[in-house]
């Protein structure tokens, strides 16, 4: 089951302009982590965050996490053509012996030069 | 250079003929899993493990098999492979412990079972 939705599902902007994905989820999580997938590959780990921050900052990326309305959003500023790709938020749950990773479907971003 | 491999990169086999995808990280990460990957389904957890001989099921288990007797390694096995097994897979593994694990992923292996 997946644990959360992205939306929108795609998102085509300009370069320059600023990018938001948003990520909700059903159950408690202890973290919340972006990751970035180029088409076909490997994903890529953007940023955490967890359950007691409210929000995080790498580079160009801000990170939110609102716990009691079960949401995340993604904002990439003055976005570049190489920003391009999809973008999936993953919730950390506890499960039976260990933890678990579960993934939304993604947000496809499209930056356009 | 720190880094997860999985072999084969690309898969084309028959229904019914076991296959083994292997995954192997040098990171000496305790935490290792295997997803696949689905047009519209995202990723979806297959099997997880803890640590040495210690594995459990994700959110997709059937029809597949793991074993982790190496820390370093994670197979994950088809025993009869079917056309709805059709995927992008991917191995990650991470430090371990029960909170704020970033994954390292593999550069997956996509595999066609006809």
């Known amino acids: 089951s997946q644990q959360g939705e992205e939306d929108p599902q795609a998102l085509s902007i300009q370069e320059g302009e600023n990018a938001t994905m948003n990520c909700s989820y059903k159950t408690s999580i202890n973290n919340l982590q972006w990751y970035r997938q180029n088409s076909g590959r490997g994903l890529v780990h953007l940023i955490l965050i967890r359950s007691n921050e409210r929000e995080k900052h790498s580079g160009r990326l801000r990170v939110t996490l609102d716990t009691s309305k079960k949401s995340s959003s993604l904002l990439i500023t003055a976005s570049r053509a190489a920003d391009t790709a999809s973008y999936f938020c993953a919730k950390l749950t506890y499960h039976n012996a260990g933890n678990m990773l579960t993934f939304g479907g993604g947000t496809r971003l499209m930056v356009k030069p | 250079e720190a880094q997860v491999t999985q072999n084969p990169r690309y898969l084309i086999t028959v229904t019914g003929k076991k296959l083994t995808v292997t995954c192997s990280q040098n990171m000496n990460h305790e935490y290792m899993s295997w997803y696949r990957q689905d047009p519209g389904l995202g990723l979806r957890q297959i099997y997880y493990?803890?640590?040495?001989?210690?594995?459990d099921k994700g959110d997709v288990p059937e029809g597949y098999k793991v074993s982790r007797k190496e820390k370093r390694n994670f197979p994950l096995i088809l025993e009869s492979p079917s056309p709805n097994q059709t995927s992008l897979y991917f191995c990650?593994?991470?430090?371990?412990?029960?909170?704020?694990?970033?994954?390292?992923f593999g550069p997956g292996t996509r595999l066609t079972v006809l």
């Open positions: 493990s803890m640590n040495v001989e210690v594995t």
């Open positions: 990650a593994s991470s430090i371990g412990g029960v909170s704020y694990n970033e994954q390292f």
